[in-house]
């Protein structure tokens, strides 16, 4: 339990280390590269990196989609607006489909696929997601 406002304290150091890594998500969009790849690109020791992504977990400024990726939580929400537009006019959507829709590889597609269905966004029936009720 802690008072309003007083969360974990940064040092100057993790603050800008902190932004650098927020500005690189921003900045790769519905591509992020892997926790692997960030720590490579920033020059960050690895536990330092998982422990400023839990930050900006936090902070709802970044989303965990699988293990090793994380993407902005703004692109996220944006990709999330245009999948349930498209789920309301076509009804389902096959991984075909959603890989035009992202305008990514599988390798960005599949994990998008997983973290909305559980996020209860779709569906998954057989081979194609449908818009979740409710």
């Not at 569906?123 to 997601?129: A, C």
């Amino acid at each position: 339990v802690r008072l309003k406002g007083r969360g974990r304290a940064l040092s100057l150091g993790d603050e800008a280390a902190r932004a650098r890594l927020a500005a690189e998500l921003s900045a790769a969009g519905l591509a992020p590269p892997t926790e692997g790849e960030l720590s490579q690109k920033l020059q960050l020791p690895a536990p330092r990196l998982r422990e400023l992504l839990k930050i900006l977990v936090a902070e709802g400024k970044v989303v965990r989609v699988s293990e090793e990726l994380c993407f902005d939580a703004g692109s996220l929400g944006a990709l999330k607006e245009r999948l349930v537009a498209h789920l309301r006019e076509k009804k389902d959507i096959t991984t075909q489909s959603f890989k035009e829709l992202v305008g990514q590889s599988r390798k960005f597609v599949i994990p998008l696929s997983e973290y909305f269905d559980r996020e209860k966004v779709t569906l998954r029936v057989g081979e194609k997601r449908v818009l979740r009720r409710g």
